[in-house]
T-cell receptor
Framework: EDQVTQSPEALRLQEGESSSLNCSYT??????LFWYRQDPGKGPEFLFTLYSAGEEKEKERLKATLTKKESFLHITAPKPEDSATYLCAVQAYQGAQKLVFGQGTRLTINP | KAGVTQTPRYLIKTRGQQVTLSCSPISGHRSVSWYQQTPGQGLQFLFEYFSETQRNKGNFPGRFSGRQFSNSRSEMNVSTLELGDSALYLC???????????????FGPGTRLTVT
């Protein structure tokens, strides 16, 4: 069974304090790994897709990386507006469009 | 380009009733997936439709069903509602899938269902 585990469950940082979120996964044939951001009361917002180990993608203060067993979301010099829940999901080759999500990391950036 | 829209945004129902939720995908997207989000279980896959056919189904009872129309709009139905069905129901759309690469799924704002 495909599984995704995210850590930590919650993280509080000061503005400008860089850190990383972890996503560990087991999947029967990884087609892609996705990162989403979700604000309270809203649907998840797409951030990145990673396809193969060694791949990296960047967007503003965020950088996502992928290995064969885990992915990291690095946040550099975060701002209060980066506060949100960050979700990691995997898609297997045999699952059509099905995404298996982790429980998320709730990130709070204090000014 | 308009995003994924879901109606209604909020719904209050009583145990035993049934409910129908609607989803309009991004123009040109032919795949529509449905997810249930609860504080305890997180985001869980319900089912996916592509060209009016259900391609995949999650581990939910038969009370949960869906369909897709020729214009790619989708509906999901929950019959005989239970208290545990209270959740945020999210719809996501993506571009046609046929090759080995994954396609990003774009989510709507969700329908908040409360069962009393």
């Amino acid at each position: 069974e495909d599984q995704v585990t995210q850590s930590p469950e919650a993280l509080r940082l000061q503005e400008g304090e860089s850190s990383s979120l972890n996503c560990s996964y087991t999947v029967s044939g990884l087609r892609g790994l996705f990162w989403y951001r979700q604000d309270p009361g809203k649907g998840p917002e797409f951030l990145f897709t990673l396809y193969s180990a060694g791949e990296e993608k960047e967007k503003e203060r965020l950088k996502a990386t992928l290995t064969k067993k885990e992915s990291f979301l690095h946040i550099t010099a975060p701002k209060p507006e980066d506060s949100a829940t960050y979700l990691c999901a995997v898609q297997a080759y045999q699952g059509a469009q099905k995404l298996v999500f982790g429980q998320g990391t709730r990130l709070t950036i204090n000014p | 380009k308009a995003g994924v829209t879901q109606t209604p945004r909020y719904l209050i129902k009583t145990r035993g009733q049934q409910v129908t939720l609607s989803c309009s995908p991004i123009s040109g997207h032919r795949s529509v997936s449905w997810y249930q989000q609860t504080p305890g279980q997180g985001l869980q896959f319900l089912f996916e439709y592509f060209s009016e056919t259900q391609r995949n189904k999650g581990n939910f009872p038969g009370r949960f069903s869906g369909r897709q129309f020729s214009n790619s709009r989708s509906e999901m139905n929950v019959s005989t509602l239970e208290l545990g069905d209270s959740a945020l129901y999210l719809c996501a759309s993506s571009t046609p899938s046929g090759g080995s690469l994954p396609y990003e799924q774009y989510f709507g704002p969700g329908t908040r269902l409360t069962v009393t």
